[in-house]
């Protein structure tokens, strides 16, 4: 079975059509859940606690979608940190929520490959991919009344929110720890606003969006140069070797 197929095979559906609810107040939201009479609750990526009320709504439970192996990268910045932390491949869990976050029996895991040429509609795709492979193996469980395996709590590291100070670029990093850098501050969430990561380059503030690695020699030159313009792309050069910045904005754009 594949994607509406598990659906109209557990549920009745008939026609793959979306409706979308609006809530402007989450105190709302196990009423209008409930006049729904769900069968199933499947979350991605929503930034409510849900609470008891709204998780016993449906009778088959309620699932959440999380960014990463659990009990790996808890929390609400889990595709920051592990970018952050150069992961070479990221993690999907399908799991039963509970009264805490990300802390619900597993149903289901996969991963997918990272690249460092892969931006964010990349990643997404993969992780869409990932989704639809992963939902069937998760739907059969549920079918089953399979409460899933428990979270090792001891094994658990946190996915805290991005501290505004990380976005800031020092040129002396190595080019490998400012290409993270960039990359994890596209993926992040923020204790406070949010934003690129940003440096300042011939003495303006720019943020920059995406990087690429210097193939060549290296030129030797302090850290901060600006070595060459390649059409919109500036080389700049880090602590070890330059580096490609591949998109990039004024700080005041």
């Known amino acids: ?9 557990l ?8 409706n979308v609810l609006r809530v402007g107040e989450r105190a709302r939201l196990p009423l209008q859940l409930a006049a729904l009479k769900p069968d199933l ?5 929503f930034p409510w606690k849900l609470t008891p ?3 016993a709504v449906a009778p088959r439970g309620a699932i959440n979608v999380h960014p990463s192996l659990l009990p790996r990268y808890r929390g609400p910045c889990p595709l920051g940190w592990a970018l952050r932390d150069d992961a070479r491949e990221l993690g999907l869990t399908f799991h039963r929520m509970d009264a805490s976050f990300d802390t619900g029996p597993v149903l289901v895991q996969g991963t997918f490959p990272v690249i460092d040429e892969d931006t964010e509609e990349t990643l997404f ?8 492979r992963l939902l069937p193996w998760m739907l ?7 409460v899933g395996e428990p979270q090792s709590d001891a094994e658990a590291t946190p996915a805290p929110f991005f501290d505004s100070a990380y976005r800031d670029i020092d040129w002396s990093d ?17 204790r406070e606003g949010n934003g690129d990561a940003r440096a300042v380059l011939e003495g303006r503030w720019v943020r920059v969006q995406r990087t690429r690695a210097w193939r060549g020699e290296d030129p030797r030159a302090a850290p901060g140069t600006l070595l060459a313009r390649q059409g919109d792309e500036l080389l700049v050069q880090c602590g070890d070797a330059p580096l490609w910045l591949v998109a990039h904005t004024p700080e005041d754009a």
């Open 125 to 132: 795709e993969k992780m869409m991919l990932a989704s639809r």
């Open 140 to 146: 059969e469980r549920v079918a089953r009344g399979d």
């Open 41 to 45: 609750l499947l979350a991605f990526f």
């Open 174 to 190: 190595t080019a490998r720890a400012v290409h993270l850098k960039v990359r994890a501050c596209r993926f992040a969430a923020w």
């Open 11 to 18: 549920f009745g559906a008939t026609t793959p059509s979306l």
């Open 53 to 55: 009320e709204v998780l």
């Open 1 to 9: 079975m594949e994607g509406w197929a598990e659906l109209e095979a």
